[in-house]
T-cell receptor, first 112, second 115 residues
Framework: ELKVEQNPLFLSMQEGKNYTIYCNYS?????LYWYRQDPGKSLESLFV?????AVKQEGRLMASLDTKARLSTLHITAAVHDLSATYFC????????????FGEGTQLTVNP | GAGVSQSPRYKVAKRGQDVALRCDPI?????LFWYQQALGQGPEFLTY????????KSGLPSDRFFAERPEGSVSTLKIQRTQQEDSAVYLC?????????????FGPGTRLTVT
C-alpha cells in the first residue's frame, strides 16, 4: 500500500523567512503533485514533478523531486502572508492504479 | 473554459437519509474521480471512472456508497442511509485521458454534514 507522509503538519512562520516542507512516499512513483488548499476551497494545482531531479519554481515556491530517496520538497522563500494555506503532496503509481494518494497536508501560517 | 463543477455545494442530511451528489467534469475529460476529505485530512480516493466504466471502486467505504456515470460525462455519488461518519467534503476530479499519471483537476467539493 502506497503511503505518503508530510512534515511538518503545522508550520507557523514570519514573513520574510524561508522554510521547507517535506514529502516522503513509500513505493516507486511515477508522478508527484503539490496542491494548495485555502480554507473552504478546493485543491489548486501548484506543481507536477515527472522525473528524478525535477525542479520547478513559481514565485516564492520551489518544488523538487528525488525518486531514489522517495522524497519531494516544497521550499518557501521570503514568505508572505498570501502563502498561508494548507499544502498537500500527492503521488500516483502504476501499482496504485489511477488514484492519487495524498499526504496529511501541511497547514502553513505566515505571520506579519 | 469551465472547470469541474459540483452540486450542491453544501448538504445537511439527517442520519438515515439518502443523498445524491453531482459532478460535472471538464467537457471531454475521459477520467473522473471521487475523493472524500475529512476535516483536517488529505483527500482519500473513493472511485474512478473511465468514460462510463467504473474501473476502480476499491475506496468506497461501504455498500451504502454507490457511484455512476451512465453517459460518460456527469457523475453522481449516492450515499444511502447516511451516518455521522459520512460527514466530509466530497471532491470530484477529472482528467483528460484514461490511465494513470495524468493531472487531475478538482471541483469545489460538496460539504456533507450528517446530523
Amino acid at each position: 500500500e502506497l503511503k505518503v507522509e508530510q512534515n511538518p503538519l503545522f508550520l507557523s512562520m514570519q514573513e520574510g523567512k524561508n522554510y521547507t516542507i517535506y514529502c516522503n512516499y513509500s513505493t516507486t512513483s511515477d508522478r508527484l503533485y503539490w496542491y494548495r488548499q485555502d480554507p473552504g476551497k478546493s485543491l489548486e494545482s501548484l506543481f507536477v514533478l515527472l522525473s528524478n531531479g525535477a525542479v520547478k519554481q513559481e514565485g516564492r515556491l520551489m518544488a523538487s523531486l528525488d525518486t531514489k530517496a522517495r522524497l519531494s520538497t516544497l521550499h518557501i522563500t521570503a514568505a508572505v502572508h498570501d502563502l498561508s494555506a494548507t499544502y498537500f503532496c500527492a503521488v500516483d503509481s502504476e501499482t496504485s492504479g489511477s488514484r492519487l494518494t495524498f499526504g496529511e497536508g501541511t497547514q502553513l501560517t505566515v505571520n506579519p | 473554459g469551465a472547470g469541474v463543477s459540483q452540486s450542491p455545494r453544501y448538504k445537511v442530511a439527517k442520519r438515515g437519509q439518502d443523498v445524491a451528489l453531482r459532478c460535472d467534469p471538464i467537457s471531454g475529460h475521459v477520467s473522473l474521480f471521487w475523493y472524500q476529505q475529512a476535516l483536517g485530512q488529505g483527500p482519500e480516493f473513493l472511485t474512478y471512472f473511465q468514460n462510463e466504466a467504473q474501473l476502480d471502486k476499491s475506496g468506497l467505504p461501504s455498500d451504502r456508497f454507490f457511484a455512476e456515470r451512465p453517459e460518460g460525462s456527469v457523475s453522481t455519488l449516492k450515499i444511502q442511509r447516511t451516518q455521522q461518519e459520512d460527514s466530509a467534503v466530497y471532491l470530484c476530479a477529472s482528467s483528460p485521458l484514461g490511465g494513470h499519471s495524468y493531472e487531475q483537476y478538482f471541483g469545489p467539493g460538496t460539504r456533507l454534514t450528517v446530523t
